[in-house]
């Protein structure tokens, strides 16, 4: 009994990292319904500007954040403004065809940048730190941090587009982008801001991964499967159910590796496909106004 309440509750923990993966993606397709083929190469990316920020200063992973995030967020609106924006009045291949091709232009200059070695983040001793929950089950402080994180996060980006003038700006640009406009709404801002929030969100996600686990210039398209696998189990366009996507898909995932490690992935894999099959559109979609 103990083992299989650990393995839910460690499941739900990974969860949380996949809930960071995928609310950036989930914002900006709820926003500007634009899927991001490049957004797990960004987090890849994100990891690696941590890394020289870490290399060049001497701080923590956790407090190179400070500079990590205000870089991401800058990235996300010069990348939206300046290309992206120029694709989405285009139909449905080009922002796709554009982002394919970001996310082969970040790998390669990464393997130039930094070689195929893989690289990790130390924090120390709370990597292994833990909390004991009784006799034969605890959690480490780091992944209850990943998942607290997360979890603020997500509440953060549901108030700013619920309670904020300038989350009514980003909804109204969602429901009808030409009557935005005719109200004096600048799209072209509000949607760069929107990839800006998305990123520095992003750049969360990827310090926690690098403190996580490995990480090299090839693995953010297997990044950009679990947070579009996470979306759509939650809904799209739903951030409460992106967390409920990757909690989901966290368990799957180590429910499979406890009764065989090469069935991690596959059932993750797996989840995701039958909640394909019975809810096509997630299990939270977005109501539709």
């Known amino acids: 009994m103990t083992a299989a309440i650990d393995t839910v509750l460690q499941?739900?923990?990974?969860?949380?990292?996949?809930a960071l993966f995928a609310a950036g993606l989930s914002l900006i397709f709820g926003i500007m319904r634009l899927v991001n083929i490049a957004h797990g190469d960004l987090i890849v990316l994100a990891a690696y500007i941590a890394l020289v920020v870490?290399?060049?200063t001497g701080i923590g992973p956790i407090e190179s954040l400070a500079v990590v995030v205000p870089v991401m967020f800058a990235i996300g609106y010069v990348l939206q403004r300046g290309l992206l924006?120029?694709?989405l009045d285009r139909g449905i291949l080009p922002p796709l065809l554009v982002t394919f091709g970001l996310s082969i232009i970040i790998q390669n200059v990464l393997l130039e940048g930094f070689s195929a070695d893989s690289r990790k983040l130390q924090a120390g001793a709370f990597e292994t730190a833990s909390l004991r929950l009784g006799a034969d089950l605890a959690v480490g402080w780091f992944p209850l941090l990943i998942f607290v994180t997360a979890v603020a996060v997500i509440a953060g980006?549901?108030?700013?587009?619920?309670?904020?003038?300038l989350g009514r700006a980003f909804r109204a640009v969602s429901d009808d982008p030409e009557a935005a406009r005719f109200y004096g709404v600048d799209n072209r801002h509000l949607f760069a801001l929107a990839m800006a929030l998305a990123l520095a969100v992003v750049s969360i996600a990827a310090v926690f991964l690098a403190v996580r686990t490995n990480f090299d210039p090839a693995v953010g398209p297997a990044r950009l499967l679990f947070a579009f696998e996470a979306v759509i189990i939650g809904g799209l366009g739903s951030l409460w159910g992106t967390l409920a996507g990757g909690i989901i898909l966290g368990v799957a995932q180590s429910v499979g590796a406890r009764i065989d490690p090469a069935w991690q992935l596959l059932a993750g894999h797996v989840a995701f496909l039958l909640v394909l099959v019975m809810r096509p559109r997630g299990l939270f979609p977005r109501a539709v106004d």
Request: proline share 0%; no cysteine; charged share 10%.
């Open 54 to 56: 870490v290399q060049a």
């Open 11 to 18: 499941g739900a923990l990974l969860g949380g990292l996949y």
């Open 85 to 87: 924006n120029l694709t």
């Open 157 to 165: 980006l549901q108030a700013l587009l619920y309670r904020t003038r």
